[in-house]
């Protein structure tokens, strides 16, 4: 795949400044997954990414050796990568690891959540519903993304943020399959519980919509794995 071809709609990219530049990349790398601008069966080559960004194939492997490890993908053929295929098992140890984890880090969110976050949440929200509206999937997951990361951050812990971060590097890609079932509508009841309960500090109530979230989720993917 020709870095060219890396350049599509609704995907944004921008060539690297030199500082710091492997973790840079990782980064970038690391958004496009979990924002959904890499789906599954996609292939993505070290030289696509390299061109895109604007750097030498060198950060670009390391940037996908550590993300190899991390299982959140995997090598395809030859100098091709992709997104590993979601196993039945794997789905399901996702799915209960992230009940507890997520539940947790938005509970925490509700009792460190300042206006100002209140205020950011809104406009995710906002824009979740006019990606929906208007079918626009790239537009949803990257709404989605920014709507649950903007909570997690607010939770005010490094360690647990990682934690839900590498959870998402494994699961995210396969939210572009939820988009025909209509869970994106689903979702974005879960996402207005979400946020009247920060906006109320109720730490259990946001507990209960992100964990139905979550469920809603994998229960429409456990039906596609059949």
Do not use: C
Not at 154 to 175: K, M, R
């Amino acid at each position: 795949m020709a870095g060219a071809a890396f350049r599509k709609p609704g995907v944004e990219i921008t060539p690297l400044s030199r500082e710091t530049l492997q973790d840079r990349v990782y980064r970038h790398v690391t958004e496009l997954i979990l924002d959904g601008s890499i789906v599954p069966g996609e292939m993505v080559t070290v030289q696509s990414l390299a061109d895109a960004f604007g750097v030498s194939p060198m950060p670009v492997r390391e940037a996908l050796r550590r993300l190899t490890a991390a299982n959140a993908l995997m090598v395809v053929s030859g100098r091709s990568i992709g997104i590993p295929a979601l196993s039945r098992a794997r789905l399901v140890d996702l799915r209960n690891v992230r009940f507890e984890i997520e539940a947790i880090a938005a509970a925490w969110a509700a009792e460190h959540m300042d206006e100002q976050g209140i205020t950011r949440l809104a406009r995710h929200l906002e824009v979740l519903e006019q990606a929906n509206a208007a079918g626009d999937v790239k537009s949803y997951l990257r709404a989605n993304y920014a709507f649950h990361f903007s909570i997690y951050r607010a939770a005010g812990s490094e360690n647990i943020l990682n934690i839900i971060e590498n959870l998402w590097l494994q699961i995210s890609p396969y939210f572009n399959m939820l988009h025909d079932s209509g869970n994106y509508s689903t979702a974005n009841e879960h996402h207005k519980e979400m946020f009247a309960a920060l906006r109320d500090r109720d730490g259990e109530a946001v507990k209960t919509a992100v964990r139905a979230d979550i469920d809603a989720a994998f229960n429409v993917l456990t039906g596609l794995l059949k």
